[in-house]
T-cell receptor
């Protein structure tokens, strides 16, 4: 299957600092990538849709000025958590859409990034 | 509003004890239904995509089926390494070219040796 990587796999930062998370599609080009967050024992919640070369589309309730998304190339999207606070601590997961059979495209997920804000 | 409900929330099986996980969905128009496996602290791993009622797909001990209202993930003679959380997600036609997924809350499967 298609491979998606994330970096870093975990990060600990102080409150008020900014953290950048990278998502890369390693063996395919992804015009669309998605960013999710997942709290313990809960399912994935879509934060935003990232399209190469255009502005990201954010889900209702997600602060676009706090979670900056850049999709500068067909293989790289970045999520920057600005002025992070303890309530931003979570597991952040990206996914990328690869071409599938019949025109329906599967999403392949990265391994996730554990963010802890002290 | 699109909704995905998975049951049971948790399931404990003895090794070799077959069972099924359920995913009920409500969507205005279904483009595809996806099953993923997620291990603790890791991202979801793609298992299957189902597109139309009556479709079935198999992979090792797993078999996924789809009707107009629900999908089942059948696990035959499970092994301890099948222990994980299994996630179901729907992709509605209304998602258009964006292709967003709506996830269920998952079924946490534990297979005891």
């Amino acid at each position: 299957g298609a491979v998606v990587s994330q970096h870093p796999s975990w990060v600990i930062c102080k409150s008020g600092t900014s953290v950048k998370i990278e998502c890369r599609s390693l063996d395919f080009q992804a015009t669309t990538m998605f960013w999710y967050r997942q709290f313990p024992k809960q399912s994935l919640m879509l934060m935003a849709t990232s399209n190469e070369g255009s502005k990201a589309t954010y889900e209702q309730g997600v602060e676009k000025d706090k979670f900056l998304i850049n999709h500068a190339s067909l293989t790289l999207s970045t999520l920057t958590v600005t002025s992070a606070h303890p309530e931003d601590s979570s597991f952040y997961i990206c996914s990328a859409v690869a071409g599938g059979s019949g025109g329906y495209n599967e999403q392949f997920f990265g391994p996730g990034t554990r963010l802890t804000v002290l | 509003e699109d909704q995905v409900t998975q049951s049971p929330e948790a399931l404990r099986l003895q090794e070799g004890e077959s069972s099924s996980l359920n995913c009920s969905y409500t969507v205005s128009g279904l483009r595809g239904l996806f099953w993923y496996r997620q291990d603790p602290g890791k991202g979801p791993e793609f298992l299957f995509t189902l597109y139309s009622a009556g479709e079935e797909k198999e992979k090792e001990r797993l078999k996924a089926t789809l009707t107009k209202k629900e999908s089942f993930l059948h696990i035959t003679a499970p092994k301890p390494e099948d222990s994980a959380t299994y996630l179901c997600a729907v992709q509605p036609i209304s998602s258009g070219s964006a292709r967003q997924l709506t996830f269920g809350s998952g079924t946490q499967l534990t297979v005891l040796p």
